[in-house]
T-cell receptor
Framework: SQELEQSPQSLIVQEGKNLTINCTSSKTLYGLYWYKQKYGEGLIFLMMLQKGGEEKSHEKITAKLDEKKQQSSLHITASQPSHAGIYLCGADGAGGTSYGKLTFGQGTILTVHP | SQTIHQWPATLVQPVGSPLSLECTVEGTSNPNLYWYRQAAGRGLQLLFYSVGIGQISSEVPQNLSASRPQDRQFILSSKKLLLSDSGFYLC???????????FGDGTRLSIL
């Protein structure tokens, strides 16, 4: 089965600093999904990457998928307290029919100090 | 636009009592539906998924069951809750394979 490893497990930064969260797969990914979660709430979909070398941005958050499709990074520029939360990567590791099932990493807890 | 509703938001139940959590999706038809549990370690464990009415697949053996009586309704149940059933339960939907899943707000279940 596919496994996803996220690093770091937790991250504390000062407001305005840049940061990067990594997600590494044990197998080639079909699709990689990034989510954000506030404690005690549901997951909010951020971005989906499917092509090797693909890069997407939304506001100050940029996600990349490497050419081999086994590693993704999430980069936040000029972090703000509103960026705080848990970031999870999810992977759709199989081509063909997967019924949309995703495997998730353990999450990265981000704290942003004002 | 599509929305997903999950209730209740919190639930405290005694050991051995039954459970019923509901999830409904609006604004779409024939979605894939999912139930996850998120333990304190933060990872999400897929419990059940459904690709159509009455079609339920279980990912892990457990004390829980799921049903899909209507196209956009997904129910998580148990006849007798165990202490180990405590956790944060999340319902999600997706339109088809290889598309993002969209999550409800979750139910915090505490077993006493």
């Amino acid at each position: 089965s596919q496994e996803l490893e996220q690093s770091p497990q937790s991250l504390i930064v000062q407001e305005g600093k840049n940061l990067t969260i990594n997600c590494t797969s044990s197998k080639t990914l079909y699709g990689l999904y990034w989510y954000k979660q506030k404690y005690g709430e549901g997951l909010i979909f951020l971005m989906m990457l499917q092509k090797g070398g693909e890069e997407k941005s939304h506001e100050k958050i940029t996600a990349k998928l490497d050419e081999k499709k086994q590693q993704s990074s999430l980069h936040i520029t000029a972090s703000q307290p509103s960026h705080a939360g848990i970031y999870l990567c999810g992977a759709d590791g199989a081509g063909g029919t997967s019924y949309g099932k995703l495997t998730f990493g353990q999450g990265t807890i981000l704290t942003v100090h004002p | 636009s599509q929305t997903i509703h999950q209730w209740p938001a919190t639930l405290v139940q005694p050991v051995g009592s039954p459970l019923s959590l509901e999830c409904t999706v609006e604004g779409t038809s024939n979605p894939n539906l999912y139930w996850y549990r998120q333990a304190a370690g933060r990872g999400l464990q897929l419990l059940f998924y459904s690709v159509g009415i009455g079609q339920i697949s279980s990912e892990v053996p457990q004390n829980l069951s799921a049903s899909r009586p209507q196209d956009r309704q997904f129910i998580l149940s148990s006849k007798k809750l165990l202490l180990s059933d405590s956790g944060f339960y999340l319902c999600a939907w997706s339109m088809r394979d290889h598309q993002p899943q969209h999550f409800g707000d979750g139910t915090r279940l505490s077993i006493l």
